[in-house]
Nanobody, 116 residues
């Protein structure tokens, strides 16, 4: 059974940092692309960052230079380091297991709230 469990969200002031973690099980982690997505109230879910099985990252323009996606294949975990957070980063952040370039499985999400 595929499981993805996010942690690390919370309330932070603008300019602050958070590190999200997504612990996974039930599939062969090191051959899968992984992704982070977010959904703000009243908005569609959007991709934040993805990382290939080889560790190559790709970012949404809105987070380039501020967020870093990484993975630890020994721990079956993907991370999202978020720096210089802005109020517009407020959203529920979810990690995904990607197949064919699209999300296939989701975690339950973790709330990130950035106050101004």
């Amino acid at each position: 059974q595929v499981r993805l469990v996010e942690s690390g969200g919370g309330l932070v002031q603008a300019g602050g940092s958070l590190r999200l973690s997504c612990a996974t099980s039930g599939f062969i982690f090191n051959i899968n692309e992984m992704g982070w997505y977010r959904q703000a109230p009243g908005k569609q879910r959007e991709v934040v960052a993805v990382i290939t099985r080889f560790g190559t990252p790709n970012y949404a323009d809105s987070v380039k230079g501020r967020f870093t996606i990484s993975r630890d294949n020994a721990k079956n975990t993907v991370y999202l380091q978020m720096n210089d957070l802005r109020p517009e980063d407020t959203a529920v952040y979810s990690c995904s297991r990607q197949t064919g370039g699209a999300p296939r499985n989701w975690g339950q999400g973790t709330q990130v709230t950035v106050s101004s």
